[in-house]
């Protein structure tokens, strides 16, 4: 029976949770200092500047069945996800995309028992509902209109980071964490240049503040938050990782009415405990039967 120190699961929780509080400050930073930016663009240069920049540090490419897995894992996390998350972004409201996007600790949990053979615990499944449900408070609105192609698109990203998530964790390179980093932002830039070429016109000029911008997304939100999130993949259970992505809502939420003074309403509150305390009940370790305790 394996035994997790607490010490050690807080060292993998923290640094895994700051991950999605640094995606929170998308939102502000691509409407603040990327405006008129085509999202497909920013994804790319989100993506691949900071996957070269890693591959000249680490110095090391992947062969045999790794470049196949890389490709796969690329596309999931990064191409195809950012991909629907824009095309949903287009055309839904914020609130529902957001919302549609809170399944994926669902679809992660559901995932992990296929390929992983995780069992399917039910305070995991409650965690993952009670979270849903919190950012339901915080970003959904009465007004919400719903589009058949966005709904298909929020979906079709859930799906594919819950993929990615669990296919992660499951295929273990003999390689550092941040070689895997530098394979997978790579692959995923290089897979964006066709449809960033197609459907992305370059902007006219980048203004300095345009680049602080795109270096905060790519080398901050790109490099590091995902070399952190495929840490705490590696080193802790795949619907524990996948359910401290509710954080990312949470801050952005928090951000606009730090930064741009927006306004926060009771639901929105209620939300916010409702996020936290999914993410509380999803951290906790499963109770051991009696005898366990007894022996």
Do not use: K
Request: proline content about 8%; some cysteine; aromatic content about 8%.
């Amino acid at each position: 029976m394996t035994v997790f120190s607490p010490h050690l699961r807080l060292g993998d929780l923290l640094p895994t949770a700051l991950a999605p509080m640094i995606w929170g400050s998308t939102y502000l930073v691509s409407t603040e200092w990327l405006a008129g930016f085509p999202p497909l663009l920013v994804a790319l240069l989100r993506a691949l500047p900071a996957g070269l920049l890693l591959l000249l540090i680490v110095r090391r490419l992947p062969s045999g069945p790794w470049l196949g897995r890389v490709l796969i894992l690329g596309a999931l996390n990064f191409s195809i996800f950012w991909t629907l998350l824009f095309v949903a972004a287009y055309r839904l409201p914020g609130g529902v995309a957001a919302t549609l996007g809170a399944l994926q600790p669902l679809l992660v949990i559901l995932l992990a028992s296929v390929w992983l053979g995780q069992r399917i615990r039910a305070q995991a499944v409650v965690a993952a509902l009670i979270g849903l449900g919190g950012v339901a408070l915080l970003v959904l609105t009465p007004e919400a209109a719903l589009d058949p192609l966005g709904l298909a698109a929020a979906l079709g990203g859930a799906v594919s980071m819950a993929c990615g998530t669990v296919l992660t964790r499951r295929w273990q390179p003999p390689v550092s964490l941040l070689t895997l980093t530098a394979w997978q932002l790579t692959a995923g830039g290089l897979l964006l240049i066709p449809p960033a070429l197609l459907f992305a016109p370059l902007p006219p000029t980048l203004t300095p503040t345009n680049l602080i911008g795109l270096g905060w997304l790519g080398l901050v939100g790109g490099a590091l938050t995902y070399w952190l999130w495929f840490r705490g993949i590696a080193r802790l259970e795949a619907a524990v990782v996948s359910s401290l992505g509710f954080l990312s809502p949470v801050t952005a939420v928090l951000l606009g009415w730090i930064g741009l003074g927006q306004s926060l309403t009771p639901f929105q509150l209620a939300g916010v405990v409702l996020v936290i305390g999914g993410i509380w009940l999803g951290q906790r370790p499963p109770a051991r039967p009696s005898s366990d305790r007894a022996a």
